[in-house]
Structures are given as C-alpha cells and as structure tokens.
C-alpha cells in the first residue's frame, strides 16, 4: 500500500481542519509514494521506540508527540539543530529505515473517538460541551473517590494527584477534562470554572494554582500525560487495523523512565 493511501486515511479520521494553529501534525517526513508492509503507532518518538520500529521493519510511523525538540527548550551553543545529540539520534533511526513519519497531535485530539472523547468517556460522563481540547459533562451525583475509581478502571492511571478531599462526602455533578497541560494555565481553570465544572481533569498542576483552585472552589485531578495519550494511541492504531487490511499495525508501548524514589 503507498504511503498516500495511509494519509488519506488518516485524514479521514483526524481532519487537518481540527488542528490547532500553529500545531505541527501530519505527514512530516518521508515519500508518499513510498510502498508500506507494516505502520507503527507510538506516543512518542523516543529514540528506543524508533529502534524497536526498525527492528520490526516499519516502514510508516506514527506518533503523538513532536518528532524532534524544539530549538528554545535546550542549549548547545554552535551546534546545528539536527547535530544536537537526541535530535540527531532520533533522525539516524529514521534515515537507517527511511520510514515515513506522521504525527497525529491536535488534530487526533479533537476528533471524533480521539483523546479528548477518550477521556471523557474513562470519566463515564455525558458531554454536553465541546471546546478546544475540552469536554464537560454531567455525570450522576458522585463523590471524588468514585470519580477518581472510574478513572482507575478505565485508564492506567498512576500517581494521581488531587486538589481537593477525596475523604468528603460531598457529590459532583458536572466534570470537565482537558487534553494539554491545562492545569498549568490559570485561565483555562478559570475557563472550565464559569462553565459550571466542579472537577476539572487535566495535566501541568503547579502548586501556586493548587491554591488558586482551592480558594476558588474547584477541584483539580492531574493525571500523568501518557496514562491519556498512550491508550489514545493505541486505540488509532486499532481503528487503522480495522481500515488498513492491506498492512500490518503495530503499537509500541509506552515505558515511562520516571521512578519515584
């Protein structure tokens, strides 16, 4: 199958038209008229899932997270962009198997069945609202602790943390998540805040907006970025088995390298 066709699928299902602007998605590398055996799907293109793939003769990858890291977020004075030692090593596994690349970010994120539904549907909530990365919905009067296990049963969520008493009583009704580090920017929480939400779900939490939440009266989940987008991942690689008879999909977990000590 050429590499086109499996663009044009994927298109299908995560329109260019819901990407966010200036958000860097789609076909990024690579010949479209390239002939593909075997698509990889991936959260991230770290350089061990990149050697995995080429291992297992990918020939078309997939992936959520941006190819390569951003000129500003690190420093080697003199050193070329693509000399700087992950960006190069990640672009040596690419070339070694000259595999296509597309990268499904905020357009998978909004789309139909992509990791902002995703999400939603782990809270078990009725949306009733759709935002930029953001659903809010109403659930049947629950306290914190059910919330929080349903999340459990539906994700594998480790080292959640909590702004708000998982201990209280108290029921909530109307609960909002948010694809992004939503909970690193005050006017998002504002935002989910004057929409009604009692619970706000998201990634990003600092410890100066665990104070504004509090005082403001909102309760924070955050949850590790990968528990959300990995399985997001996973379920485009199943809906791409389902479309792509012609090829063989394969997903490449995520193993997180942070221990808690």
Same mark, same amino acid.
């Given at each position: 199958?050429?590499?086109?066709?499996?663009?044009?699928?994927?298109?299908?299902?995560? $329109?260019?038209?819901?990407?966010?602007?200036?958000?860097?998605?789609?076909?990024?590398?690579?010949?479209?008229?390239?002939?593909?055996? %075997?698509?990889?799907?991936?959260?991230? $293109?770290?350089?061990?899932?990149?050697?995995?793939?080429?291992?297992q003769?990918?020939?078309?990858?997939?992936?959520?997270?941006?190819?390569?890291?951003?000129?500003?977020?690190?420093?080697? $004075?003199?050193?070329?962009?693509?000399?700087?030692?992950?960006?190069?090593?990640?672009?040596?596994?690419?070339?070694?198997?000259?595999?296509?690349?597309?990268?499904?970010?905020?357009?998978?994120?909004?789309?139909?069945?992509? %990791?902002?539904?995703?999400?939603?549907?782990?809270?078990?909530?009725?949306?009733?609202?759709?935002?930029?990365?953001?659903?809010?919905?109403?659930?049947?009067?629950? $306290?914190?602790?059910?919330?929080? %296990?349903?999340?459990?049963?539906n994700? %594998?969520?480790?080292?959640?943390?909590?702004?708000?008493d998982?201990?209280?009583p108290?029921?909530?009704?109307?609960?909002?998540?948010?694809?992004?580090?939503?909970?690193?920017?005050?006017?998002?929480?504002?935002?989910?805040?004057?929409?009604?939400?009692?619970?706000?779900?998201?990634?990003?939490?600092?410890?100066?907006?665990?104070?504004y939440?509090?005082?403001?009266?909102?309760?924070?989940?955050?949850?590790?970025?990968?528990?959300?987008?990995?399985?997001?991942?996973?379920?485009?690689?199943?809906?791409?088995?389902?479309?792509?008879?012609?090829?063989?999909?394969?997903?490449?977990?995520?193993?997180?390298?942070?221990?808690?000590?």
């Amino acid at each position: 199958m050429l590499a086109s066709k499996i663009v044009f699928a994927l298109d299908s299902i995560a $329109p260019a038209s819901l990407a966010a602007e200036d958000d860097l998605f789609g076909f990024v590398i690579g010949d479209l008229n390239r002939d593909v055996e %075997t698509v990889g799907v991936a959260w991230i $293109p770290s350089v061990k899932v990149l050697a995995e793939a080429v291992r297992q003769q990918v020939d078309f990858l997939i992936v959520h997270e941006p190819l390569f890291y951003e000129e500003q977020s690190f420093r080697f $004075p003199g050193i070329e962009f693509f000399e700087k030692p992950s960006n190069y090593f990640r672009l040596k596994k690419i070339f070694e198997r000259d595999m296509c690349v597309y990268i499904a970010r905020s357009n998978y994120d909004e789309c139909k069945g992509g %990791t902002a539904d995703l999400l939603a549907d782990a809270l078990r909530i009725s949306v009733t609202e759709k935002f930029r990365a953001g659903r809010i919905g109403s659930i049947e009067d629950k $306290p914190l602790s059910e919330i929080i %296990t349903n999340l459990q049963g539906n994700l %594998t969520c480790e080292n959640i943390k909590i702004v708000g008493d998982v201990e209280s009583p108290r029921k909530y009704s109307r609960v909002g998540c948010y694809v992004g580090p939503g909970l690193a920017y005050r006017d998002i929480i504002e935002e989910f805040y004057l929409k009604g939400c009692q619970v706000l779900v998201s990634y990003g939490l600092s410890e100066e907006n665990s104070v504004y939440a509090s005082e403001l009266g909102i309760v924070l989940v955050e949850l590790e970025r990968h528990s959300v987008e990995a399985p997001a991942m996973h379920s485009l690689a199943e809906k791409l088995e389902s479309a792509l008879k012609e090829v063989k999909v394969k997903f490449f977990e995520h193993e997180s390298l942070v221990a808690s000590f």
